[in-house]
């Protein structure tokens, strides 16, 4: 059975994604340093066009629903399990471990890996992809 992803995006579930986006973004400065900068773009370049030929654009599109999905969901699972403020730290580890545990359905369910799935949320994010509407086969 296929899944709508979650139709409401929440202000917590934008700033993980911004989160995630810098540290995509600045990785490479902080552990190439500069230098190395070029040849690390080449390569996400190289690889970004190898991921274009072995995944179509509609599927990279639901990968990246899917990303949004889990997200929320481990989100959502959290803000269930620790609904007291005061459980702040535990919440967010909690919600770390399950997202840790979707991820790992999502790249074995896609065939795919981390280097594959950040190229394809940078991809989404650069030509501004819905993240909601549409149904993705991932079942969590």
Do not use: C
Not at 40 to 61: A, D
Not at 84 to 98: F, G, V
Request: aromatic share 8%; net charge positive; hydrophobic share 40%.
């Amino acid at each position: 059975m296929e899944k709508e992803v979650f139709k409401n995006t929440s202000k917590k579930s934008f700033i993980l994604r911004i989160k995630i986006l810098l540290i995509v973004l600045l990785a490479p400065l902080i552990f190439h340093g500069e230098n190395n900068l070029n040849t690390i773009q080449k390569k996400q370049t190289s690889t970004l066009s190898q991921s274009n030929q072995k995944i179509g654009v509609e599927k990279r599109k639901e990968i990246w629903k899917a990303i949004i999905l889990i997200e929320n969901t481990a989100m959502r699972d959290a803000e269930l399990k620790f609904q007291n403020a005061s459980d702040w730290k535990a919440k967010m580890n909690y919600e770390d471990e399950q997202y840790q545990k979707y991820l790992k359905k999502l790249l074995k369910h896609y065939k795919i890996d981390e280097d594959i799935k950040g190229i394809i949320m940078m991809e989404a994010i650069e030509n501004e992809w819905p993240e909601k509407g549409g149904k993705i086969s991932l079942k969590i």
